[in-house]
């Protein structure tokens, strides 16, 4: 009978702060020797253990302060996120893996159908696996963060906190979601992720069909390839750091104005730069191109100052979005300020 | 008529600051916890050992119970009783109670539930 005790009061106390456990094992074990006549029956051992309730609940009412990663508060929140993220995030990444899948197996033996699925199903899973566990972290950090951050907030004034410091409410535009900035963080990270392992050469990219057999090229240039990691990595960073602005500030404070901003300028500067680069493309791919009179249609299109007119365009395209966004994300702070 | 777990969880809220008071007040005369618990419940105090032992506990770390642990007998056991603080405490808390009990009845009305 004692053996169900100690084991009880073990169970009990290992929950417990460490300095509290002597204590409580001494108090608890005497409680429960009380509730017993002497020499009692297992039965009896049994029916006041079901009495005193599961060790995990007892322990939770012998700590004083309730312990939470994501309070209550942010809890609703948090599982709003993550039922939208996870599932989104998790079935692109499948998909990429797929894909990927695809190629890997098919590089070794294009006639065994059996082994070319397994390894498009294996990798696509696996992928889309460790991609949701990575949104899950991240977005559980994001919102542990943004809880205690909050909770330890200095007192200030007489009351510790003063109604001056109260923001406005008179714009439900002002105010920026907890969910759009932990998404946008956790989302940006895992394709960042994504993005460099593509680089180091993890995944190759790109399938052709010709004359019914198939035939994989990478599209890019190993080079190019490898100049573009510190490229994702500083807009990793910016959009980490716009992510957070968001998740302090929830709403259109100027520090989050000033994060978009320099975000998507930076952002759109790296871009242009990156577009014209000479030499994207790996060599076996544009030959390809010019095999297959692709590069023909190409080099056709008119050039200005020696830069083709598509890239041309395509850079018009994102000095439009980003000053666009540029704008709408001061708008936004300048209406969040006005009274 | 709310359903049967509302009504608990009122009752349980409103017994919930009314232990403390029941809690001093027994431990004028030093007693162990299985003791309380038994003298709590012989006055139809509704409450169960796995609240009564943390609560206990609660109560000596503010140091409203001092406790000593008898090892004259068989087995060792944890007597609590009332510290000063705990009786200045107790004294302040059953003003309050008298207070509030007046209060209530005068916005409901003395025993109008029994109609």
Known sequence: ?339 | MPEFDTMQNFLTELRRGSLTLAVLGSLRTPRYGYALLQTLQEQHIDIEANTLYPLLRRLESQELLTSDWDTSESRPRKYYTVSARGKIVLQQLLVEWGNMQRSIEAICGKGENHE
Not at chain 1, 15 to 40: F, S
Not at chain 1, 87 to 114: C, R, Y
Not at chain 1, 122 to 130: A, D, H
């Open chain 1, 1 to 339: 009978m004692s053996n169900l005790i100690e084991r009880y009061v073990y169970d009990v106390t290992r929950r417990l702060p460490e300095k509290e456990r002597e204590d409580v094992k001494k108090e608890l074990r005497a409680n429960i020797y009380d509730m017993l006549p002497d020499g009692a029956s297992d039965e009896a051992v049994k029916k006041v253990l079901y009495e005193l309730g599961s060790p995990a609940s007892l322990a939770e009412k012998y700590r004083t302060h309730p312990r939470y990663l994501i309070s209550p508060a942010y809890f609703d929140e948090y599982v709003r996120v993550l039922k939208w993220v996870l599932p989104l995030v998790g079935v692109i990444v499948m998909v990429i893996g797929f894909v990927v899948g695809a190629f890997d197996a098919a590089k070794e033996s294009t006639a065994n159908i059996p082994f070319v699925m397994s390894g498009i199903i294996s990798n696509g899973v696996s992928m889309g696996v460790s991609a949701a566990f990575q949104v899950l972290i991240w977005t559980t950090i994001g919102f542990a963060i943004a809880d205690h951050s909050g909770a330890k907030q200095p007192k200030v004034g007489e009351h510790g906190w003063k109604v001056e410091d109260l923001p406005e409410a008179q714009n439900a535009k002002a105010s920026i979601p907890l969910s759009e900035g932990i998404a946008e963080l956790v989302v940006s990270v895992v394709f960042s992720i994504i993005g460099i392992l593509f680089c180091a050469g993890r995944l190759p990219f790109m399938m052709v069909f010709a004359q019914g057999d198939m035939v994989f090229y990478n599209i890019f240039s190993q080079s190019f390839l490898n100049m573009l990691i510190p490229f994702i990595l500083v807009s990793m960073v910016l959009a980490v750091v716009q992510g957070i602005a968001k998740i302090n500030d929830r709403r259109w404070s100027v520090f989050v104005c000033v994060s978009v901003v320099a975000k998507s300028l930076i952002s759109m500067v790296l871009t242009i730069y990156l577009v014209n680069q000479p030499n994207i493309l790996s060599t076996e791919f544009h030959s390809f191109l010019v095999q297959s009179e692709v590069a023909d249609v190409f080099s056709i299109l008119p050039h200005v100052n020696g830069t083709n007119v598509l890239v041309i365009a395509f850079c018009v395209l994102i000095i439009i979005g980003t000053v666009s966004e540029s704008i709408k994300a001061i708008k936004n702070t300048v209406q969040a300020h006005v009274k």
